[in-house]
């Protein structure tokens, strides 16, 4: 298949803000693609790449490459380009890459240069999320979206079993199972603004602590462990104890999921960017361990025995589970059967989950299945919600559906020196009306654009929530905000009134998890 396609399709989805457009637009072009390319295709427009980032840089993606006068590039060829990127190395490596990148932008046109260089730099925003793709996937193989998610879920790749059942349609997917050793799509959590909401939402359910670390997928088949991140990442030769842990318990062939924090000398856990430091070591790990030891609590076992217990609920999920696991392994719980009458127990159970310096707490249906990778509704995480005014610096021009309006906020905190110390940037919780006002607005008070961001005089205050604050060298405060986005602006409030640098770290919210967003089922 020609790239010029795909960047055709690309476009025209972003270019459209109806999901059934887009739907229509991908099964198009995933029923005419090829079989031993739809992978390929599918993965390009949700504008990932399989070889992961090739090491890049935005100055040699923005050198002018003559661009070819037609299309003749086909996406293997890409692949195959890639693949060449991603393996360069050693001495000369840096002008090895430029050469190759100049062939293959050399080789696309205008249009297919554009697309080449957002896919390269991961900057593809066309709004082809994996949920859109898999409904088009679904339509052009012409197999149920819920066998199909089912599938995925358990895979771990939209791109692999997309190319598996448009090549053998729905009888492909049963090849697609839970099986030891393969690490599924974990199953994600809604949210509930108070623990009264969760109960009466829920009915029935166990509340569990929040922990705040790197959430973790062991399996065990006999004497070979492997530990995988909420990603499907490998991270076993980096974290011994729980290897050990897991060969200490007496199946031999499960599947857990849990997560691992540290623990300082009073009992409380360490901030979390000390645990993904800590993780993410890939030298010495015996000293890195010597240095910070982690822990690890499950909260749910996946497979027993080798047997797959997804479609479980969850009291016996949790029965597998305390069978396998030491109760000091396992996250605390409280089981309310009777939600209106654990009213008191539960609103305790989550002052002690904070006081214990955890991130709150998660209520899980009793009834309800391992729904792997969805965010569903039987799961709902409940945590403090922070509060903040700062001031607008800058905005980025928007993408997709957003194109025309200033989007991306950059945010600040007045500093001692009467300077403003930027916080982070958010556009979650943008309506359509406040885009439309943001983009007058912040118009008004622009005084620099090259194009992409808005620097803007530093007038306009927001109020933004948060959860929590997390270490950052990239700001000059040291701090960043952790899930911000915007509850309203303040017009009415002059910067001069907006939260210093000292407020926010006053808010005390280290407490309560100071990571980058790996929380338990977060």
């Keep these: 298949m020609l790239l010029a396609e795909v960047a055709r399709v690309s476009r025209e989805v972003a270019g459209t803000s109806a999901r059934s457009e887009k739907v229509a637009l991908l099964a198009a072009l995933f029923a005419a693609a090829p079989a031993d390319e739809a992978a390929l295709v599918i993965s390009y427009l949700a504008g990932r790449l399989p070889q992961g980032r090739p090491g890049v840089g935005w100055r040699a993606l923005s050198e002018e490459i003559p661009a070819a006068a037609q299309a003749t590039l086909t996406v293997r060829a ?54 859109v793709a898999l409904a088009a996937v679904a339509g052009a193989a012409g197999v149920p979206q819920a066998a199909l998610r ?63 670390g790197i959430r973790v997928q062991v399996h065990r088949d006999g004497d070979e462990v492997g530990v995988y991140t909420r990603s499907l990442d490998e991270i076993t030769g980096r974290l011994p104890e729980v290897v050990e842990l897991a060969r200490s318990l007496p199946g031999d062939r499960f599947v857990l999921d849990g997560e691992v924090i540290a623990l300082a000398a009073d009992g409380r856990p360490v901030p979390f960017q000390e645990v993904a430091s800590r993780v993410g070591s890939r030298t010495d790990v015996a000293a890195a361990r010597l240095a910070l030891p982690v822990t690890p609590f499950f909260f749910d076992v996946l497979a027993v025995d080798g047997r797959a217990l997804l479609d479980l609920p969850v009291r016996e999920r ?126 008004e008070l622009a005084v620099e654009d090259d194009g992409y961001t808005v620097r803007v005089r530093p007038e306009l205050v927001v109020e933004i929530a948060h959860d929590g604050l997390q270490r950052s060298s990239r700001y000059p405060g040291g701090v960043a905000l952790r899930f911000a986005r915007v509850v309203r602006y303040r017009p009415d409030k002059p910067a001069a009134e907006a939260d210093t640098l000292e407020d926010v770290l006053a808010q005390g919210a280290w407490g309560a998890g100071t990571g980058a967003g790996a929380g338990t089922a977060d």
């Excluded at 359509?432 to 912040?442: I, K």
Aim: proline residues 3%; aromatic residues 4%.
């Design 150 to 212: 089912r599938a995925v879920m358990l895979e771990g790749s939209l791109p692999r079993v997309a190319g598996a059942v448009l090549a053998g349609g729905a009888e492909a997917l049963d090849a697609f199972t839970l099986r030891v050793g393969r690490p599924v799509q974990p199953m994600l959590a809604n949210t509930a603004k108070s623990v009264a909401d969760a109960l009466a939402a829920l009915g029935p359910c166990a509340l569990e602590e929040k922990l705040d």
């Design 78 to 131: 890409v692949d195959t380009a890639v693949t060449a990127l991603a393996g360069v190395a050693g001495a000369g490596a840096q002008g090895e890459r430029r050469r190759i990148l100049a062939e293959l932008l050399g080789a696309a046109t205008a249009q297919e240069q554009r697309f080449l260089r957002a896919l390269l730099s991961g900057e593809v925003r066309q709004g082809a999320l994996d949920a």
């Design 318 to 443: 949790y029965a597998a589970l305390a069978a396998l696991v030491p109760e000091d392994a396992r996250v605390r719980r409280l089981v309310a059967e009777d939600p209106e009458a654990a009213g008191e127990a539960a609103a305790a159970f989550w002052s002690a989950a904070l006081a214990r310096g955890h991130e709150g707490v998660m209520a899980k249906a009793l009834d309800s299945v391992y729904a792997a990778g969805r965010r569903g509704k039987h799961w709902l995480k409940v945590k403090p919600v922070h509060t903040l005014d700062l001031v607008v610096l800058a905005v980025e021009r928007g993408h997709g559906r957003r194109t025309g309006l200033l989007s991306n906020l950059h945010l600040g905190a007045r500093a001692a020196d009467g300077t403003y110390a930027m916080l982070g940037k958010t556009f979650k919780g943008l309506t359509d009306e406040l885009l439309r006002w943001q983009t007058a607005r912040l118009g």
